[in-house]
Nanobody, 126 residues
């Protein structure tokens, strides 16, 4: 099982990007999927998570109102729409799949994800 993150790039502040996380097989069904990021010189931090049903989402305070996470289970893909980007959003973004099927508690702790994508770089210039 592999996760492939894509959609990163360079934009100016105020711009938008949409990240995608595609699974190599039907591996998202029944699992929460999250996005994390690691900025230069900083620890990896939580960005957003979507429940296995798609009915619940949780966001970090720093992205709330600007980012939207969604999923298309038929396409085995989770998206992160990022609007009104700020230089502080510059980071490598990673998607990850929860280790426990149909976990109800959101968000999972970072240690509770067992499948990670390779990361996609987002650079926001001022």
């Amino acid at each position: 099982v592999q996760l492939q993150a894509s959609g990163g790039g360079s934009v100016q502040a105020g711009g938008s990007l949409r990240l995608s996380c595609a699974a190599s097989e039907r591996t998202f069904s029944g699992y929460n999927v999250g996005w994390y990021r690691r900025a230069p010189g900083k620890e990896r931090e939580f960005v957003a998570v979507i429940s296995w049903s798609g009915g619940r989402t949780v966001y970090a305070e720093s992205v709330k109102g600007r980012f939207t996470i969604s999923r298309d289970n038929a396409k085995n893909t989770v998206y992160l729409q990022m609007n009104n980007l700020e230089p502080e959003d510059t980071a490598v973004y990673y998607c990850a799949r929860d280790s426990t099927i149909r976990r109800l508690r959101l968000p999972p702790q970072m240690s509770e994800y067992n499948k990670w994508g390779q990361g996609t770089l987002v650079t926001v210039s001022s």
